[in-house]
């Protein structure tokens, strides 16, 4: 199974991804993107997020 990961030393704390996935990405309550710990992943939504992130900080890896 892959699933997405944020490199949060180049995140930049933007919010375009919990903008375009708010379902797996989400800003913790120290100002930090984390990623919702899902079975599945809905890919269209995360690739736009890559896509859209302006740090180029997000990347799938297989588990
Ligand atoms: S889009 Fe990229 S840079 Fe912006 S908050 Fe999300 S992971 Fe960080």
Known sequence: MKRPVVE???CIRCEVC???CPAV???ND???VEV???SIYPEEE???AI???P????FWQDD
Request: with cysteine; glycine share 4%.
């Open 8 to 10: 949060l030393s180049d």
């Open 18 to 20: 919990v903008e375009a």
């Open 25 to 27: 990405f989400r800003m």
């Open 30 to 32: 120290a100002g930090f």
């Open 36 to 38: 919702a710990d899902l």
């Open 46 to 48: 995360v690739n736009e």
């Open 51 to 53: 896509k859209n992130c």
């Open 55 to 58: 740090a180029d900080c997000i």
